[in-house]
């Protein structure tokens, strides 16, 4: 019978030194290990397949001793369905560990989005009360503009009514200063004449006396 070479699964010698980001490449290594047991399977069958037991060879056999031949079979069937509970326990193993290594791994990427999440939510806040703040600058900067386009209007108004009032005042004053210097005029006419009147009286009052003075004198 040709010899069956024996196989040895290395996945087990891997799943320790597994991380998360390398579970892809973890989970085609167990894809590829099946496959390479599922063609030593079907060479160990091919084998059986192909052993028969000599012809030429008498076969006297005692009861209570096997022959070797005999025991071929019995042994690679006893291996094969060792290496099937070994398998199925080795997939089962990686199964668990590798459910385990993508919970772990989607509970890191879950706290990692949340972390980011929460930073972004944060960003997004604080652009908001900026924005918030900003829109409240504007709007009290656009009131006080307003209200000091509004005390400008009125003082431009107040003071272009004062400009009116002292215009007027100035009328007023050129006309009394005018009607003053008529006046002026005036009495200063009637005081000459006033003069002149007091002097001609003067003189007819003196006349008068010298006359009644003569007069008197003539009676006496």
């Not at 005999?70 to 369905?81: C, G, S, W």
């Not at 960003?123 to 000091?148: D, F, G, W």
Request: glycine share 2%.
């Amino acid at each position: 019978m040709a010899p069956v070479e024996g196989y040895r699964c290395p996945i087990t010698m891997r799943t320790t030194t597994i991380q998360p980001y390398d579970v892809p490449r973890f989970v085609s290594d167990i894809i590829s290990q099946l496959h390479e047991i599922g063609h030593w399977t079907t060479r160990c069958c091919a084998v059986l397949n192909h052993t028969t037991p000599s012809s030429s060879t008498p076969a006297i056999i005692s009861s209570t001793v096997t022959p070797r031949d005999a025991r071929v079979p019995t042994t690679i069937l006893t291996e094969m369905d060792l290496i099937k509970r070994n398998l199925n326990v080795v997939e089962k193993q990686h199964n668990t560990r590798l459910m385990s290594e993508i919970a772990y791994l989607q509970c890191a990427l879950r706290s990692e989005a949340e972390e980011k999440m929460t930073d972004f939510e944060r960003y997004v806040e604080t652009k908001i009360n900026q924005c918030v703040e900003e829109v409240h600058h504007t709007k009290k900067v656009r009131q006080e503009q307003m209200e000091t386009s509004i005390a400008l209007g009125n003082l431009q108004d107040g003071w272009r009514s004062l400009q009116s009032d002292v215009a007027s005042l100035t009328q007023q004053l050129q006309k009394m200063q005018s009607t003053m210097e008529m006046a002026a005029s005036r009495s200063v006419e009637m005081i000459s004449t006033l003069h002149d009147q007091l002097k001609e009286s003067s003189k007819l009052r003196d006349k008068h006396e010298t006359s009644l003075g003569n007069q008197l004198v003539r009676r006496l």
